[in-house]
Each structure stands twice: as structure tokens, then as C-alpha cells.
């Protein structure tokens, strides 16, 4: 239990498929991150969420829309994606002034396009 | 510019004593995270450092130099279950953004 849940953990989808990832945190935070992660390349940060507010956009497609109802969820909607979007996304969170501040990740989504 | 080094693979002895150094030149700096990251999980945080000097966790250590931009995370008594991706990160001066290495890939052999 790491406190982030993400699903679907598996995910397979053709190029003119919409679909969506959902993330969600019991642990109090206020701020949730999107990452990407390709092989053999760094964490990609994406989007971040401070108190439902998206304060950063690090100049992601379009094809990739976020959304956060609330502090506790996220979702990255997917629509016409290409291959090389084919990545593990993960959510994070962190904030609430407890700790050092660091993320909380979730187990990830693998994300395959077809 | 952001950037971040660390070693793409290591493999070190079940037993031995292992340092995986990190690199990083930023424009900004409030604290270096170490993470591990086991096949198919999620990254599990291990160490902070925001002043100079060696943070001792059990068999894991960690230490900074900011004048050289530089960080070592040391692992002790080396178990087989330590085998995973180290992933070194930088948070910018806003406390907002943690900027990852590629990660070091270690290996433990028997």
C-alpha cells in the first residue's frame, strides 16, 4: 500500500483510442505531479497540481490533458497518441508541510501504443 | 539548464560495499533525493540531503557537496533485494520541481 494508487496499471491503446489514467492519494498531500518515463532516460516531469491549480506545464503535447478535480485525484486524459508515447507514467504527490518534501509515487501506468 | 549524472550501470558484490556518485548542475538548488526503484514499482524515497555532509540511514548514506554539485550515495553490507535502479534528484530553488538522473542500474551478484 504506497498510499498513490494508479489505474490501470496495464494499458494497450491504438493511435485513434481516447483513454484515461487515474491517480489518487490518501496521504494529505496538496500538490500531484504527472511523470513520464521512457528506458534508459530520466523522469520526465509533466504536469504539476498545487491545491487542485496546475502550476506547471513542461511543454507537453497536447495529445495529453490533465485534470484534477480535487487534491487527492488526477487524471491524464490520452487521445491520438503516437508509439513513442508507449511509456510508464507515474503520479506523485507530496505537500501538507510534513517531512522533507518528498514525492510519494504511485505503482505507475504501462502505457503501450499500438 | 538542468542536468544530472549519474552512472548508467554498476554491479558490485552480495556483501561489499557499493558508491554511486551523482553530478548535477542546476539553476537553482533546495535539496538532493536519492531514490531506489525495483523492476515494474514505484520509486521508494531513501535519503535527503540539503546541507553539506554524510546522512547515515542504516546500511544506506548519503552525502552532498554543493560546492562541487556533487553526491554519493554509499550502501553498505550489500543484499541481493538491493538490487535495483538509483535514481539521484535535484529539487529547484522553489521547492516545487525534482529534477531526476537517468539512474544507476546496480546489480548484485552472489
Known amino acids: 500500500e504506497t498510499g498513490v494508487t494508479q489505474t490501470p496499471r496495464h494499458l494497450v491503446m491504438g493511435m485513434t483510442n481516447k483513454k484515461s489514467l487515474k491517480c489518487e492519494q490518501h496521504l494529505g498531500h496538496n500538490a500531484m505531479y504527472w511523470y513520464k518515463q521512457s528506458a534508459k532516460k530520466p523522469l520526465e516531469l509533466m504536469f504539476v497540481y498545487n491545491f487542485k491549480e496546475q502550476t506547471e506545464n513542461n511543454s507537453v503535447p497536447s495529445r495529453f490533458s490533465p485534470e484534477c478535480p480535487n487534491s487527492s485525484h488526477l487524471f491524464l486524459h490520452l487521445h491520438t497518441l503516437q508509439p513513442e508515447d508507449s511509456a510508464l507514467y507515474l503520479c506523485a504527490s507530496n505537500g501538507g508541510g510534513r517531512g522533507t518534501g518528498e514525492l510519494f509515487f504511485g505503482e505507475g501506468s504501462r502505457l503501450t501504443v499500438l | 539548464g538542468q542536468n544530472i549524472d549519474q552512472p548508467t550501470e554498476m554491479t558490485a558484490t552480495e556483501g561489499a560495499i557499493v558508491q554511486i556518485n551523482c553530478t548535477y548542475q542546476?539553476?537553482?538548488?533546495?535539496?538532493l533525493f536519492w531514490y531506489q526503484q525495483h523492476a515494474g514499482e514505484a520509486p521508494t524515497f531513501l535519503s535527503y540531503n540539503v546541507l553539506d555532509g554524510l546522512e547515515e540511514k542504516g546500511r544506506f548514506s548519503s552525502f552532498l557537496s554543493r560546492s562541487k554539485g556533487y553526491s554519493y550515495l554509499l550502501l553498505k553490507e550489500l543484499q541481493m533485494k538491493d538490487s535495483a535502479s538509483y535514481l539521484c534528484a535535484v529539487r529547484d530553488q522553489y521547492g516545487n520541481k525534482l529534477v531526476f538522473g537517468a539512474g544507476t542500474i546496480l546489480r548484485v551478484k552472489s
Open positions: 542546476t539553476s537553482g538548488f533546495n535539496g
